[in-house]
């Protein structure tokens, strides 16, 4: 296996990568710059581009600019629409305290990570640590993150979902909850047309193993959870 550095900066803390892959066989990453895990001054996103597979990588581009204090972008995910559209999530976090303002933005790009537009808010979706903006084979969009429940403050995963390409939102669903267990920051994979697997992780600091929750209906029902043997 043969490996090549994306980036490498000691004076930062270069975090949380995602990788597309585009129509023209470009590679988009994606990721966080901060002082340090546990500080996130002038925090910003940032990406690179290779045209060769990834062999050698583009200078680094802001997406956002630099936040300071309590306000900051913090983990980006990007995926491919159909239409060949890049698109790329990222949790915009006011405050230091869960139940303080959270919003999750969305850009996209025409042309390859060259352009991206302005970004757009996803109407009540205050939750953190976004998975990729996926398209179903259906055309839905899907967009999952959590948040703590109001009824046991256990972390709890939701998604939001669009059938008009981002024009208007669902109100939340609720992807996995259970009193047992802290569940967060889901990947989802549709498997087949409709059926969708939420991977959850879990963030009681007890050891549990991954879990997954189950959608037999695009996103709109779910069921589980499920204990799947990963660490």
């Given at each position: 296996?043969?490996?090549y550095i994306?980036s490498?900066?000691?004076?930062?803390y270069?975090?949380?990568?995602?990788?597309?892959?585009?129509d023209?066989?470009?590679l988009i990453c994606?990721?966080t710059e901060?002082?340090?895990?546990?500080?996130?001054e002038?925090?910003r996103?940032?990406?690179?581009?290779?045209d060769n597979?990834?062999k050698?990588?583009?200078?680094?581009?802001?997406?956002t600019?630099?936040?300071?204090?309590?306000?900051?972008?913090?983990?980006?995910?990007?995926?491919?629409?159909?239409?060949?559209r890049?698109a790329?999530?990222?949790?915009y976090i006011?405050g230091?305290?869960?139940?303080?303002t959270?919003?999750?933005?969305?850009?996209?790009?025409?042309d390859?990570?060259?352009?991206w537009?302005e970004?757009m808010?996803?109407?009540g979706?205050?939750?953190?640590m976004?998975?990729k903006?996926?398209?179903?084979?259906?055309?839905?969009?899907l967009i999952a993150?959590?948040?703590?429940?109001?009824t046991?403050g256990?972390?709890?995963?939701?998604?939001?979902?669009?059938?008009?390409?981002?024009k208007?939102?669902s109100?939340?669903?609720?992807?996995?909850s259970?009193p047992?267990?802290?569940?967060?920051?889901?990947?989802?994979?549709?498997?087949e047309p409709d059926?969708?697997?939420?991977?959850?992780?879990?963030?009681s600091?007890?050891?549990?193993?991954c879990?997954k929750?189950?959608?037999?209906?695009?996103?709109?029902?779910w069921?589980?959870v499920?204990?799947v043997p990963?660490?």
């Amino acid at each position: 296996m043969q490996k090549y550095i994306v980036s490498r900066d000691d004076s930062l803390y270069e975090a949380f990568p995602d990788l597309v892959k585009t129509d023209s066989g470009r590679l988009i990453c994606v990721y966080t710059e901060c002082a340090h895990h546990g500080n996130r001054e002038l925090s910003r996103i940032v990406f690179r581009t290779s045209d060769n597979r990834g062999k050698s990588w583009s200078s680094v581009h802001a997406l956002t600019e630099r936040r300071s204090g309590s306000q900051y972008h913090n983990c980006a995910r990007i995926s491919r629409l159909h239409d060949g559209r890049i698109a790329i999530a990222c949790d915009y976090i006011s405050g230091e305290k869960l139940t303080d303002t959270r919003d999750i933005k969305l850009w996209f790009s025409s042309d390859d990570g060259e352009s991206w537009s302005e970004p757009m808010i996803i109407p009540g979706a205050h939750a953190i640590m976004p998975d990729k903006l996926i398209e179903l084979k259906s055309g839905r969009w899907l967009i999952a993150a959590h948040s703590p429940s109001e009824t046991t403050g256990k972390l709890t995963e939701y998604l939001w979902y669009s059938d008009d390409k981002g024009k208007t939102w669902s109100e939340r669903v609720t992807v996995a909850s259970d009193p047992r267990y802290n569940l967060c920051e889901a990947s989802l994979l549709e498997v087949e047309p409709d059926v969708v697997v939420a991977y959850l992780r879990e963030n009681s600091w007890m050891g549990y193993d991954c879990f997954k929750a189950i959608s037999r209906d695009g996103g709109l029902t779910w069921n589980g959870v499920y204990n799947v043997p990963l660490p």
